[in-house]
Nanobody
Framework: VQLQASGGGLVQAGGSLRLSCAASGRTFSRYIMGWFRQAPGKEREFVAAVNWSGGSTYYGDSVKGRFTVSRDNAKNTLLLQMNSLKPEDTAVYFC???????????????????WGQGTLVTVSS
């Protein structure tokens, strides 16, 4: 599956952005989908994941209550609504797809087989 992330940009603290990830190739609904981010000089970290149907989600502790992950299997699209953004949310955001059947592993980066190219989110103070 090929992934293309978009929607990043510059926003002031407290603002919102919505990231999209368009998938093509194999059947989108067969994959657990996730968002990760990587800030300069830091390791890539888990942000959110959504299961095959969209009925279950996980969030990283730093984004709980502010970010919402969703998917539209009919449109082969993964979304990340980001509200109440903080300067520490500044990072390159990556979408990823996992063919692993174990939903409990969806927060683990090595679970993911396919990655998009990343989209930069910059939050100014």
């Amino acid at each position: 599956v090929q992934l293309q992330a978009s929607g990043g940009g510059l926003v002031q603290a407290g603002g919102s952005l919505r990231l999209s990830c368009a998938a093509s190739g194999r059947t989108f609904s067969r994959y657990i989908m996730g968002w990760f981010r990587q800030a300069p000089g830091k390791e890539r970290e888990f942000v959110a994941a959504v299961n095959w149907s969209g009925g279950s989600t996980y969030y990283g502790d730093s984004v709980k209550g502010r970010f919402t992950v969703s998917r539209d299997n009919a449109k082969n699209t993964l979304l990340l609504q980001m509200n109440s953004l903080k300067p520490e949310d500044t990072a390159v955001y990556f979408c990823a797809a996992s063919g692993d059947a174990n939903w409990a592993s969806s927060r683990i980066i090595t679970t993911y087989d396919y990655w998009g190219q990343g989209t930069l989110v910059t939050v100014s103070s």
